[in-house]
């Protein structure tokens, strides 16, 4: 007798669902995530939104500069902490022991985030539109989606990684000391150029620099081609990828062989 399966396809799109549900039910997570690069760009942005800065806006340059700080973050911190807690929480094993698809869960993790994604950076280029902190038009903004969403997949791989190998109790700590930094050496806090030399020096070989050059490009602004962030972030991708089988693989062995 033949055993039927469930359809692929609506289960993916049942997880991915369900994923971008829990995350927006996470007041913790949704209003942060949401609500912390608005705060950011009314300090940073505004005050000299009208100002010439590089070859546009300073408003327009600091709304790429938190756009890239709000994907990165939730990248990392939607698949990190999520993981940790599912792991701390004996989830994982439920998970395993039911008809759900390894690939739906990574699946549905991945558009969530990216949908989640999407919606921090919506609010925040309508927050500097209301507020006449800078104006984009709608063919940047797609640009900039597209480009900051598709980039993001080597932090989502990082959160996954970080989620593997911390404890619930210290994933949010970790994934903290990362994101901070990063955003900070990388120029998405204060430009680089006011930096202090030695920061002017390491951020080009940072994840998230690259980054923000592919949202920087969008506006006009970036230092180096797209193309060339894209490679750079391929290159972590494939490094992060490597940690994070690695992590995956070792829980699997400790768990269930």
């Given at each position: 007798m033949l055993l039927s399966t469930a359809p692929v396809a609506p289960m993916f799109g049942a997880q991915a669902k369900t994923e971008f549900l829990r995350l927006l039910r996470l007041p913790a997570f949704s209003l942060v995530s949401l609500m912390l690069p608005v705060m950011f760009y009314s300090f940073f942005g505004l005050p000299n939104a009208q100002e010439h800065f590089m070859s546009t806006t300073a408003g327009l340059y600091m709304l790429a500069s938190f756009g890239a700080y709000a994907v990165l973050s939730i990248a990392l911190f939607s698949f990190g902490a999520s993981v940790a807690a599912e792991r701390g929480t004996s989830a994982v094993r439920l998970m395993r022991a039911s008809p759900l698809r390894p690939g739906a869960y990574f699946f549905g993790k991945i558009v969530a985030s990216m949908g989640f994604g999407a919606v921090a950076l919506t609010v925040l280029v309508v927050f500097a539109l209301v507020t006449n902190g800078a104006h984009m038009p709608f063919g940047v903004f797609l640009t900039m989606l597209v480009r900051l969403l598709l980039g993001s997949i080597p932090f989502t791989i990082l959160g996954f990684a970080v989620g593997y190998l911390a404890s619930i109790n210290s994933a949010i700590a970790i994934l903290n000391l990362i994101n901070l930094p990063l955003s900070f050496a990388s120029g998405l806090f204060v430009p680089l150029r006011a930096m202090p030399p030695f920061v002017q020096h390491i951020a080009p070989y940072l994840p998230s620099y690259h980054f923000g050059q592919l949202a920087w490009?969008?506006?006009?602004?970036?230092?180096?081609?797209?193309?060339?962030?894209?490679?750079?972030?391929?290159?972590?991708?494939?490094?992060?990828?490597?940690?994070?089988v690695r992590a995956y693989r070792r829980e699997e062995r400790k768990e269930f062989a």
């Open positions: 490009g969008a506006v006009g602004a970036a230092q180096e081609s797209w193309m060339t962030a894209a490679l750079w972030l391929a290159g972590y991708a494939a490094l992060f990828l490597i940690v994070a």
